[in-house]
């Protein structure tokens, strides 16, 4: 039977189609601040539960958003991970992200951690609590982060550095609870009760504080389990502050869809995944953080750590005020 040319050629070109879409359909191209050992894992699971390949990038979040930026509508990526809110914050604001409705990431993601305009959403939760040499402080000593301002912390305070991002967020969620003048106060009260400079990282400040250099201090729970996984009879605890009011400052690891998103469906089913109880453990567990997912449970070994509340202030506030936050601890001393 003759065949019309123009159906033929209609057939070579559904054929061709065919052919094609596999390559994009099943791809998506992730930009990560997360080291590959704490997403690699994830990625794998979901290529063998899906067939979906993910191709990714990790770098420095600084020079991630920068290359994105570079890129434009040339880039490959189609999600961009990264830690801290703060940072999210300043992706959206670069205009690297888009808007995702999904009543998936809305239903698993409480409102507090993600985007109040959806460009992002918070995958797990980072606690960024107070330590304490358990052999000189009790937990009945301690009360809440501005209390250790307090004449009786002095010369016993350990902080990291204010040119980390994770002390910027902080300050910057003091200036949203109480702020700008109060948190300048609280931080200028931090800074004069110091034992020591600030340290360039949580793990040396808490061994620090192991050491009995100093007795109190702030870091990022991750950083208490995997010092306490290695050296389990350090005399370090963890005290959950500010229960009676506001809560504990919380921050994420989250992600977005890039702007230009070459495979957007699919990165948003990635993203929607991620945020699932299938995914959560994996993506919690693997850094010793908590699941974004209330369904979810925490990985025991973090789970011993204690339940306490979060502080429910909206974490893009962490991006908003950064810059506030950095010129108050530049104007208090802390360095």
Not at 56 to 77: C, S, V
Not at 127 to 134: L, Y
Not at 227 to 241: Q, S, Y
Not at 271 to 279: F, G, Y
């Amino acid at each position: 039977m003759n065949t019309h040319p123009l159906s033929r050629l209609l057939g070579t070109t559904l054929i061709c189609l065919g052919l094609a879409t596999p390559a994009w359909a099943d791809e998506v191209v992730v930009y990560s601040a997360r080291n590959e050992q704490l997403i690699k894992p994830m990625f794998d699971a979901y290529t063998k539960e899906t067939g979906v390949t993910i191709k990714f990038i990790t770098d420095k979040e600084g020079a991630l958003l920068q290359r994105l930026k570079a890129e434009g509508e040339n880039t490959p990526a189609d999600m961009l991970i990264t830690v801290d809110a703060g940072n999210l914050w300043e992706a959206s604001r670069e205009g690297l992200l888009k808007p995702v409705q999904s009543k998936v990431l809305t239903g698993n993601i409480p409102a507090h951690l993600r985007d109040p305009g959806n460009q992002w959403f918070g995958l797990s939760v980072r606690a960024r609590t107070v330590f304490f040499n358990t052999q000189k402080v009790k937990p009945a000593d301690l009360s809440t982060y501005e209390d250790l301002g307090s004449p009786k912390w002095k010369d016993r305070l350990c902080l990291r550095t204010s040119k980390k991002v994770y002390n910027q967020s902080l300050v910057a969620m003091l200036i949203a609870e109480h702020g700008e003048a109060k948190a300048e106060q609280i931080v200028k009260s931090w800074v004069a009760n110091l034992a020591t400079d600030p340290f360039p990282d949580d793990t040396k400040m808490l061994e620090a504080i192991a050491a009995g250099q100093c007795d109190v201090g702030i870091a990022n729970t991750y950083y208490f389990g995997r010092l306490m996984e290695k050296k389990p009879n350090l005399p370090l605890g963890i005290f959950w502050p500010n229960q009676k009011g506001s809560g504990v400052h919380v921050n994420v690891s989250g992600a977005g869809i890039t702007k230009q998103a070459k495979h957007e469906k699919e990165a948003i089913r990635l993203l929607e995944w991620l945020s699932s109880d299938k995914a959560q453990n994996l993506f919690a567990d693997v850094n010793m953080e908590y699941p974004v997912n209330l369904v979810v449970k925490t990985d025991p070994v973090v789970a011993a750590w204690g339940q306490f509340k979060q502080n429910p202030i909206n974490v893009a506030k962490a991006g908003e005020l950064q810059a506030a936050a950095v010129k108050l601890m530049d104007r208090a001393g802390y360095k």
